[in-house]
């Protein structure tokens, strides 16, 4: 549910970009924890040891550009707890999915998952998330960062796309799209961040090295999502899994989802910045559309892993 009332919103076009007019931009008035710019990654590039990344709640992400009239693959911002807050070069539109938040324009309140109008000059500032963990900034246009391999998204383990915002930047803009098609927000889907998570579990293809009383603890063993978790990896704490092998495996590789377990014992879920190879065998992959809601599961989130096929 909305922590706010969602309140349509008539939509209002901007004037078309004309030949040899100024590029939009949005300059960062405040960056947050941490901001990155996001789109749908960079698939297809594992075999040189580039990991997908993009968007951690791909359905926020994708409800924001629906929302603008965006094309899906625009990007958008992916805020971190306590969100941002953006400067308007020129006077455009915006939308904020993903974690409810406070959401203000020059300090006047204006909806959560409803679009609405930045005049030029006015700051955008998405709040601390009330529910959930990531909030994402939608702007008509998207986020026009360089792309790099196809995609235009931060990469915080191989360093791939922008750097996270800092307070200063100059964020450049895409083009407005007068008249774009947008998705009614009334009949917009959204899925509410959970008070428990519930991780579907593929087992395999390392679940042999784990002991059978090791696999009946994954399955009926209470997890809590752990501070050190990031867009690498969900980070448990909880009961430790015990092996039935000694030693390593080479590296192979790891799939999106991949729950790899370390030494200590506990279970990590591999999330979109994860590396794609690695040594430690795992145990089960979670399937990709279970993932956004990790995305949202903030610490000390009950976690369990349900066995499935």
Avoid at 83 to 93: F, P
């Amino acid at each position: 549910m909305s922590t706010g009332t969602r309140t349509a919103e008539a939509a209002v076009p901007l004037p078309a970009a004309r030949a040899g007019a100024a590029p939009r931009t949005a300059e960062v008035v405040r960056a947050g924890a941490l901001t990155t710019v996001q789109d749908l990654g960079r698939p297809g590039h594992a075999h040189l040891g580039v990991p997908r990344s993009g968007a951690l709640d791909a359905p926020a992400h994708r409800l924001a550009n629906r929302l603008l009239g965006n094309p899906e693959t625009a990007a958008t911002l992916e805020t971190t707890l306590n969100g941002c807050a953006l400067r308007a070069g020129s006077a455009l539109r915006a939308v904020v999915t993903g974690a409810p938040c406070p959401v203000t324009v020059d300090g006047r309140p204006s909806p959560w998952g409803v679009p609405f109008r930045v005049p030029a000059g006015a700051v955008v500032e998405v709040g601390h998330a009330a529910h959930g963990l990531r909030s994402y900034l939608g702007l008509d246009g998207g986020a026009e960062a360089e792309a790099e391999l196809g995609s235009r998204a931060t990469d915080l383990l191989s360093g791939l796309g922008p750097a996270p915002l800092r307070d200063g930047d100059v964020l450049p803009l895409g083009p407005a799209r007068p008249g774009a098609p947008a998705a009614p927000a009334e009949a917009a889907p959204w899925a509410a961040p959970p008070r428990e998570l519930v991780l579907p579990l593929v087992p395999g293809p390392r679940a042999d090295w784990f002991t059978h009383g090791a696999l009946r603890t994954l399955a009926t063993g209470t997890y809590r999502v752990s501070p050190a978790s990031n867009r690498i990896g969900l980070r448990t704490e909880g009961p430790v899994l015990e092996r039935a092998r000694e030693g390593e495996l080479p590296s192979e590789g790891m799939a999106l989802g991949a729950v790899q377990v370390p030494p200590e014992g506990r279970p990590v879920v591999f999330l979109a910045d994860h590396p794609v190879t690695g040594g430690y065998p795992v145990i089960g992959v979670v399937p990709e559309e279970a993932l956004a809601a990790a995305a949202q599961a903030v610490p000390g989130t009950p976690l369990r892993f349900v066995p499935v096929g």
